[in-house]
């Protein structure tokens, strides 16, 4: 008799009580429809379910490195533009995923090089990564695309969102919100001065997949607040800083009457007509 191998599922949830009983739900139906519940992520692993908010989708990508399998969001936060299946369809989106009923939305994630104090240290985001200073002081950055300097930056700082994080601090910024289908990177100034001694853009600018950001910080001790999906880490005596697409992808599964836009619509405009 051949055995088939059973698909192996993670589920990963926020602390919150109404998430983990849904984790718990989530573990009997997958077990009954067939599929291997295990509790600690493999590489293996041919699903991944996330409970919880946009913000928990986060955690989970960077607790776990970056994985490769394919993403179900279950929302049970706010509205969520990656979580956004809600959890009284679970059963509808296992039957879905059994049957080959989704779509995978591909997200190409960020990647900075930092090189500070003779060291080399790559960090990565899916939704951004803002470059800053000292908390509550300005911070004065030389800043080029590719090799071509374009200004002397002076204020909050710099970030550098893709699509997906579009929606998010870039959105609270003023920058712009860009359809999933679109690959384009969003570089938007955080509180830019505007004096006669300091000239920067103040609207973002997009660049193309294969272009590169290059900070310098400029001043005496070059010390960086950097954040990266809302994870901080610092950094002294910084040389450069070279931030753009990286070869990570992540899949998020979604369901085929997933609608961006209608989503946009509702989440910051409300229900209105
Ligand atoms: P948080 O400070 O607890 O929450 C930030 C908020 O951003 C939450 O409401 C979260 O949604 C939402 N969010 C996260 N990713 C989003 C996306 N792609 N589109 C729309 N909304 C999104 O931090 P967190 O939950 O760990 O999330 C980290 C993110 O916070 C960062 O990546 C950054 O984009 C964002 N942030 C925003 C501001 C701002 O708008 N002024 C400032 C700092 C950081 P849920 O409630 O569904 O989790
Ligand atoms: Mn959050």
Redesign the pocket.
């Known amino acids: 008799m051949v055995m088939s191998k059973k698909e192996k599922v993670f589920i990963y949830s926020n602390p919150l009580p109404v998430s983990l009983e849904i984790k718990d739900e989530l573990a009997v139906k997958l077990k009954k429809s067939d599929f291997e519940v295990i509790s600690e992520y493999q590489p293996e692993t041919s699903l991944i379910f996330c409970v919880?908010?946009?913000?928990?989708?986060?955690?989970l990508v960077h607790e776990l490195n970056f994985p490769t399998a394919p993403i179900i969001g279950v929302?049970t936060?706010?509205?969520?533009?990656?979580?956004d299946a809600s959890p009284e369809h679970v059963d509808e989106m296992i039957e879905n995923y059994k049957s080959g009923n989704f779509y995978i939305q591909n997200v190409r994630t960020l990647k900075a090089t930092i090189r500070h104090e003779g060291m080399i240290t790559r960090w990565y985001?899916?939704?951004?990564m803002?470059v800053k200073g000292e908390v509550g002081c300005t911070v004065h950055l030389s800043i080029a695309i590719g090799r071509s300097f374009i200004e002397h930056f002076s204020g909050d700082g710099i970030l550098m969102?893709t699509p997906?994080?579009?929606?998010?601090?870039?959105?609270?910024?003023g920058g712009g919100l860009v359809d999933p289908s679109l690959e384009v990177l969003q570089v938007t100034p955080i509180a830019p001065m505007n004096t006669s001694a300091y000239r920067s853009f103040t609207s973002s600018l997009i660049l193309p997949v294969d272009k590169y950001l290059f900070i310098r910080p400029e001043g005496a001790d070059c010390y960086i607040r950097m954040?990266?999906?809302?994870?901080t880490r610092e950094f002294d005596k910084v040389d450069t800083i070279m931030i753009g697409y990286g070869a990570m992808t992540l899949h998020l599964l979604k369901s085929k009457d997933f609608n961006f836009w209608g989503k946009v619509k509702e989440?910051f405009l409300g229900n209105e007509d």
Do not use: C, I, P, R
């Open positions: 919880g908010g946009d913000g928990t989708l986060l955690h929302n936060g706010h509205l969520g533009f990656f979580q985001g899916m939704n951004e803002v969102s997906a994080g579009s929606t998010a601090y870039n959105y609270s910024l954040q990266a999906d809302g994870f989440k």
